[in-house]
């Protein structure tokens, strides 16, 4: 970048800007041409605070037991400690520790940053999107999952190892896309200098060229790669989850990191591109990232997931002819669908009732790689903010799969060593307003200073489904990385089979789809806790089973007006409510309307409340009616003698199918077939004519059993997600079950 190039000709940024501050290098670097995603690049003025997490001692965060979860073996944590969060002030040409906050996640150590960040407004200020007074910039490593997800890992990173490191801008130069105008983010010296040198700019110098072609160390080999692939399918067939991101590292000596940087911002231009460098801690990342985590303002949240890949091609018609083989490819929109939802879920965590939802769909083609590429959009709930945003979505859902608990404890058992920073996240906060931008650290390249020599690592992978081809998973993972092997010295660009094209965007037709209807008296969601402390009643109770897709049928429920109470059915803190007579003492108290039992990982069994609440359900000793989504609609199923089974076309997830009903019950009002969304491995299967659920919908061509309902009571079971994207008359079915009169 010119800019850069002046400001360190100048003495303004770099080990000769001391006097300034310190030496380390903050970047944000939107690339390739002007898109709704690439807006604005930045050029951060050295930095006089930085704060620092690293991974605890084991006596204070011991690994996990060794488990299994891709065998269905989860174990949560109820508590887990509190992060050290190290602040240091630059002075004396130094730094120096100067003091330490303790903090209980993400989201609170960003909020006890406030105290010790200016609050006054740049002079000159750029774009609306862009920081408007001094910010925090910096990484996030993925391990931070350690205090995200209740989980604790079996192969955590050494101690002391980095996991955030965070900067104080106070000043910076930002380049607007839009209008390719210059903006000094200031009202210092430093500012007026940087002015002057920005004023009188000249042609930045070539990036540096790669000497010598080093053979890197890939932590995985391609056997072993597809055996993991390979355990991860039997694991979705046996009902553990949908998908899940398993990767693999190369690693070896690099050039300077900066230079590496410099190559990856000519040879594979992205909209999240950054450069990091702690010069003293011989810490620095380079990412071409095309992938947005999470972006927002003090009212709407964004995020892009990506998911969906082939590579570009020779030129414009074969690049074509491979959008549209990705757009009409069954497995690559299942697994787009996926995400979407997942996401959905996610920022519904921290969003209004009835607001989520996808603003866009677009397929981006970059350097080697096309990808599918949504916009998912909400309101900030009253309340919420940024800040509790990247708590909510931290690890992104596109580089760990779902549901999201259960295959994070999968990649930590599978892959068995920490990723770092990559699939991570790198941006900037203001933490007085919340106001953020995060990318997925994928694309990056991590490196490490030992003396004078540096070391670089680069990740990379994907989504494994039970569609996947295990070969070609392989060979996406070599794609994916490509560009940065190249540019880290690691490959020979000549040598390459993929071409190297600019960047593009190509928006799809789409429907919209909203997480629940919005109305002028939507309902409240509240946890369990909170509906005991207010003495609520007269909710509706909803049972989540650590899925990712439950607040999707939760913002679906209070749409309609009704307030939802949330049970964390498989939470140890809930093992008391499988005694009947603390949980009908339970019922007693809330006096619930109607009961859900939410959908999950695994199998009925292993969600010890939902099966318990499932036997009284089809026993008729639940005083209200009673819906079961997928795991729960497989409680039923079980409790009332049916076999639950591998599904007899095998595993279906994100996949829309047509859904044959007779008419009765839910479906008493709906049109046959329909076309409902499937989430499922394992299904419910008649053994008899002596249940007391019967089916009342299959899936067509299948016979496969998707809808149940009790003879007598108000007991009703769906196998398919009514909630998902790929669902368009699936709140018809909710609303009616919501409309069922309570016998309580």
Not at 338 to 353: E, N, P, Q, S
Not at 473 to 483: D, R
Not at 496 to 518: F, Y
Not at 621 to 634: A, E, F, K, R, S
Request: glycine share 8%.
């Amino acid at each position: 970048m010119a800019i850069d190039h002046a400001l360190l000709q100048a003495g303004l940024i770099g080990e000769s800007a001391i006097k300034h501050g310190a030496p380390d290098r903050a970047i944000l670097v939107s690339g390739g041409p002007s898109t709704p995603l690439a807006k604005w690049s930045l050029i951060a003025a050295p930095a006089k605070a930085r704060v620092i997490v690293r991974q605890p001692s084991q006596s204070v965060l011991p690994a996990a037991t060794p488990h299994a979860p891709s065998k269905g073996e989860l174990v949560l944590e109820e508590e887990t400690p509190q992060l050290r969060a190290q602040v240091e002030e630059w002075k004396h040409g130094s730094w120096y520790h100067q003091t330490t906050i303790m903090a209980d996640d993400i989201g609170d150590l960003l909020r006890k940053l406030v105290d010790i960040t200016p609050n006054h407004m740049f002079d000159h200020q750029g774009p609306l999107s862009a920081p408007q007074r001094p910010f925090w910039c910096g990484a996030v490593a993925y391990d931070m999952v350690q205090w995200t997800q209740p989980l604790r890992l079996q192969h955590p990173p050494e101690e002391n190892e980095i996991l955030t490191v965070l900067w104080r801008i106070e000043n910076g130069v930002l380049i607007d896309r839009a209008t390719e105008q210059h903006h000094v983010l200031s009202s210092s010296d430093w500012g007026h200098q940087a002015l002057k040198h920005v004023e009188t700019i000249g042609a930045a110098p070539n990036a540096p060229v790669v000497v010598n072609i080093a053979e890197p160390h890939v932590s995985l080999s391609p056997e072993r790669h597809i055996d993991l692939i390979n355990i991860v399918r039997e694991s979705i067939r046996n009902g553990q989850f949908y998908q899940a991101n398993i990767g693999k590292h190369w690693s070896g000596p690099i050039d300077h990191p900066y230079a590496v940087f410099q190559r990856l911002l000519v040879s594979n231009p992205a909209p999240y591109s950054a450069y990091l460098e702690a010069t003293d801690l011989g810490f620095a990342i380079a990412s071409s990232s095309p992938e947005c985590l999470l972006e927002n303002d003090e009212i709407t949240v964004r995020t892009a997931p990506i998911k969906g890949t082939v590579p570009q091609g020779d030129d414009e018609e074969e690049a074509q002819r491979l959008r549209e083989h990705m757009l009409n490819d069954d497995k690559e929109r299942a697994e787009h669908r996926m995400l979407v939802d997942l996401m959905r879920h996610d920022i519904g965590t921290v969003c209004a009732v009835g607001s989520v939802r996808v603003s866009r769909f677009d397929v981006e083609a970059y350097a080697n790689v096309q990808h599918l590429v949504s916009h998912v959009e909400g309101q900030f709930h009253e309340g919420r903010d940024g800040l509790d945003a990247l708590q909510a979505v931290f690890p992104g859902g596109s580089i760990t799969g779902c549901p999201r608990t259960m295959v994070c404890a999968a990649v930590d058992e599978l892959e068995q060593q920490p990723r770092s920073f990559w699939t991570g996240s790198l941006g900037w906060v203001d933490v007085h307003t919340g106001q953020s931008t995060w990318n997925i650290l994928i694309r990056t390249l991590e490196a490490r200073r030992s003396g004078r020599q540096w070391t670089g690592t680069v990740g990379a992978g994907g989504g494994i489904t039970i569609g996947s081809v295990p070969k070609s998973e392989v060979e996406e993972s070599q794609w994916k990385a490509n560009a940065l092997l190249t540019a880290a010295g690691w490959s020979n660009p000549s040598e390459t089979d993929l071409p190297n094209r600019s960047l593009s965007v190509h928006p799809v037709q789409r429907s919209q789809r909203q997480s629940g209807h919005a109305s002028e008296h939507s309902g409240s969601v509240v946890s369990l806790q909170e509906a005991l402390l207010e003495k609520l009643e007269g909710g509706v109770l909803f049972v989540d089973n650590l899925d990712s897709f439950s607040n999707n049928i939760v913002h679906a429920i209070a749409g309609t007006g009704r307030d939802v109470v949330v049970v964390h059915g498989r939470s140890p803190a809930m093992r008391e409510l499988h005694d009947p007579v603390i949980l009908f003492d339970l019922l007693d108290r809330l006096q619930p309307s109607h009961i859900v039992l939410g959908p999950g990982p695994g199998a009925p069994e292993d969600a010890d409340l939902t099966m318990a609440m499932a036997h009284h359900a089809v026993a008729g000793q639940l005083l209200c009616p009673v819906l079961g989504v997928c795991l729960g609609h497989q409680a039923l199923g079980v409790a009332s003698g049916m076999r639950l089974v591998r599904s007899p076309n095998g595993p279906v997830h994100g996949v829309p199918v047509q859904i044959n009903h007779d008419g009765t019950g839910l479906f008493s009002i709906s049109d046959t077939p329909q076309e409902q969304t499937r989430y499922n491995s394992l299904t419910v299967e008649v053994t008899s004519s002596e249940h007391t659920m019967l089916v009342n919908a299959t899936e067509l061509g299948t016979e496969a059993v998707m809808g149940i309902r009790h003879e007598q009571a108000a007991v009703h079971g769906l196998q398919f997600h009514p909630e998902s994207v790929g669902s368009p008359q699936g709140v018809q079915l909710i609303e009616r079950f919501l409309s069922l009169p309570s016998d309580g």
